[in-house]
Structures are given as C-alpha cells and as structure tokens.
C-alpha cells in the first residue's frame, strides 16, 4: 500500500529565508508526485507534479522540487520565501499501474509552513 | 472557464441527521473525487464516481453515499451524522485518461452539534 510521510508538521522561517519541505512515500511500484498548497479556508491547489522525465520539477510562485527514487523522496524547496507562502503544503501520491485518473492521490499530512517579517 | 464549484459552502447539522453536499466539475472532466479533511489533517479519500458510477472507495462507513449526474456534476450524502463527522469536505474533478492530476473546489465545511 502506498504511504506518504510528511517530516514536519510546521516550519517557521524568516522571509527571504530559504526553505525545503521534506516528503517521503513508500509505493512497490512507480508514482506520480503531487505537491499541492491549501490557505486559509480555501480548497487545495496544485503546486507543481513529477510525472516522469527530468528528477527536477518546477512549479509556480517559484518553487520546485526534486525527484529521488533511490530514497523515494520529493522535498519541496524555495530559494527566497515571502510573507505570502505562509500556507499549509501536502505531498501527494498516485501509483501509475491505474491507468489515467482511475486511482486516487493519497495525501501526507500537511505541513504548516510561516513566514515571519 | 469555471473551476470546480461546491456548494454550500458552510453548514451546521446536528448529530443523526442527514447532509447532502454538490459538486460541479470544472469544464471538460467527466471524474470526480471526494475528500474528507479532518482539522490539522490531510486529505482522506472517500470515493471516486466516473461515468455515473463509483469506481473506487475509501476506508468509510456506507453512511457516506454519492452520486453523479449525466452531466458530470456529483452529490455526497452522509447519513445519521456523528461528530466525528465535522470536516471540510473536498471535491476534486480530474479527466479519466489524464495523469491524475486533481482540480479541488473551495469545500464545503461540516460542523455536527
């Protein structure tokens, strides 16, 4: 069964600061890889996905995040966070074997990242 | 182009009784998905519906029941509510034969006195 661990639960860090936000999933067989940000009272949106080709994969507002299949990661990173990051981040995970849509993302459980002035 | 849109967006019920949340996906998906968020939690899957019928189901009880319509749009019914059941739940349409990219709506958010 697949899994998928988010290592902090909350991660505090000065604006202009770096950030990396670490996630790890235990699938037997291939995946695609989602990272999706929820604000405040707001539904989920999609951040950036690896679906195959090139380990590095950017997304939008300037995050990017790095496939590693030998340690079956996919930590998000930005080099330069700004107030309005401040949000809550999910790793998500779908096995490829389905085919199309057919199987559902399994979600970690989120971490709280805050951008401080 | 509308994303997807749920409805209503906030409701209280108390416990026993029934709910019924709506979904309509955004323009061109023909799947969609529905998810539990539980405070401080991620998403839990509950079911998915493709061409009006459930394809795939989460780890819930059948007091959770859907449906989709001929025009794709689809319907959460949860009876005999209990608190545990307080949530925003979460609709997600996607395209079947696409990579499974889900498109989330704003939720609809659950609160069982």
């Known amino acids: 069964a697949q899994s998928v661990t988010q290592l902090d639960s909350q991660v505090p860090v000065f604006e202009e600061a770096p950030v990396e936000l670490r996630c790890n999933y235990s699938?037997?067989?291939?995946?695609?890889l989602f990272w999706y940000v929820q604000y405040p009272n707001q539904g989920l949106q999609l951040l950036l996905k690896?679906?195959?080709?090139?380990?590095l994969v950017k997304g939008i507002n300037g995050f990017e995040a790095e496939f590693n299949k030998s340690q079956t990661s996919f930590h998000l990173r930005k080099p330069s966070v700004h107030i309005s990051d401040t949000a809550e981040y999910f790793c998500?995970?779908?096995?490829?074997?389905?085919?199309?849509?057919?199987?559902?993302?399994?979600f970690g459980k989120g971490t709280k990242l805050s951008v401080k002035p | 182009d509308a994303g997807v849109t749920q409805s209503p967006t906030h409701l209280i019920k108390t416990r026993g009784q029934q709910v019924t949340l709506r979904c309509s996906p955004k323009?061109?998906?023909?799947?969609v998905s529905w998810y539990q968020q539980a405070l401080g939690q991620g998403p839990q899957f509950i079911f998915q519906y493709y061409e009006e019928e459930e394809r795939q189901r989460g780890n819930f009880p059948d007091r959770f029941s859907g449906h989709q319509f001929p025009n794709y749009s689809s319907e959460l019914n949860v009876n005999a509510l209990l608190l545990g059941d307080s949530a925003l739940y979460l609709c997600a349409s996607s395209i079947r034969q696409g990579t499974g990219e889900l498109f989330f709506g704003e939720g609809s958010r659950l609160t069982v006195l």
């Open positions: 323009s061109g998906h023909d799947t």
């Open positions: 699938s037997s067989v291939s995946v695609y």
């Open positions: 690896y679906l195959s080709g090139s380990t």
């Open positions: 998500a995970v779908k096995t490829t074997n389905y085919g199309g849509s057919q199987g559902n993302l399994i």
